[in-house]
T-cell receptor, first 114, second 114 residues
Framework: AQSVAQPEDQVNVAEGNPLTVKCTYS??????LFWYVQYPNRGLQFLLK??????LVKGSYGFEAEFNKSQTSFHLKKPSALVSDSALYFC????????????FGTGTLLAVQP | DAGITQSPRHKVTETGTPVTLRCHQT?????MYWYRQDPGHGLRLIHY???????DKGEVSDGYSVSRSKTEDFLLTLESATSSQTSVYFC?????????????FGPGTRLTVL
């Protein structure tokens, strides 16, 4: 069965510093991976996805993610954090291609201190 | 929120009462999903639909039913609400065609069962 794990419940980073939010995956077959962000009292917003091709995927709001097949990881990164990046981040993996079902991780709360 | 509305946005109800949540989309997307979000669990799929009158169960479907009589509307019904169904409920949609499409989420419904 497909699954993703987000090992950190919370990540704290100072504004201006680089940030990394970790995600590891377990799949049978090719992995199709997604990152979403949730701001307080809002729905999830799509950030980026990895389907195939370049291991570095660029997404919205200056975020990027690095796909590493040997480490089965798909970590979300940003070179310089902003206070406004503070939110809940979810990693997800496609479960069923025919119906676009996704399996979500438990989420990582990113807190960026000014 | 990508042409997706959910109603009501907030609801407080009592144990044993029926509750229906509505998801409405203006994108004409084929696939629709209902999730619940709970601390420590991330998002879990309740039911999904792959077309009018075509629905199937997700990971946590017990106590829930769905209906989709029109492309634009996907209803989630709690036949007899229980306190364990207190949660935030999100609807999502995905475009037809291709197997790598991301899901887009509505703003959520906060349900409290007393």
């Amino acid at each position: 069965a497909q699954s993703v794990a987000q090992p950190e419940d919370q990540v704290n980073v100072a504004e201006g510093n680089p940030l990394t939010v970790k995600c590891t995956y377990s799949v049978s077959g090719n992995p199709y991976l997604f990152w979403y962000v949730q701001y307080p009292n809002r729905g999830l917003q799509f950030l980026l996805k990895y389907i195939t091709g370049d291991n570095l995927v660029k997404g919205s709001y200056g975020f990027e993610a690095e796909f590493n097949k040997s480490q089965t990881s798909f970590h979300l990164k940003k070179p310089s954090a902003l206070v406004s990046d503070s939110a809940l981040y979810f990693c997800a993996v496609r479960d069923d291609g025919a119906t676009n079902k996704l399996i979500f991780g438990t989420g990582t709360l990113l807190a960026v201190q000014p | 929120d990508a042409g997706i509305t959910q109603s009501p946005r907030h609801k407080v109800t009592e144990t044993g009462t029926p509750v229906t949540l509505r998801c409405h989309q203006t994108e004409n997307h084929r696939y629709m999903y209902w999730y619940r979000q709970d601390p420590g669990h991330g998002l879990r799929l309740i039911h999904y639909s792959y077309g009018v009158k075509d629905t199937d169960k997700g990971e946590v479907s017990d106590g829930y039913s769905v209906s989709r009589s029109k492309t634009e509307d996907f209803l989630l019904t709690l036949e007899s609400a229980t306190s364990s169904q207190t949660s935030v409920y999100f609807c999502a949609i995905a475009q037809s065609g291709g197997t790598y499409n991301e899901q887009f989420f509505g703003p959520g419904t906060r349900l409290t069962v007393l």
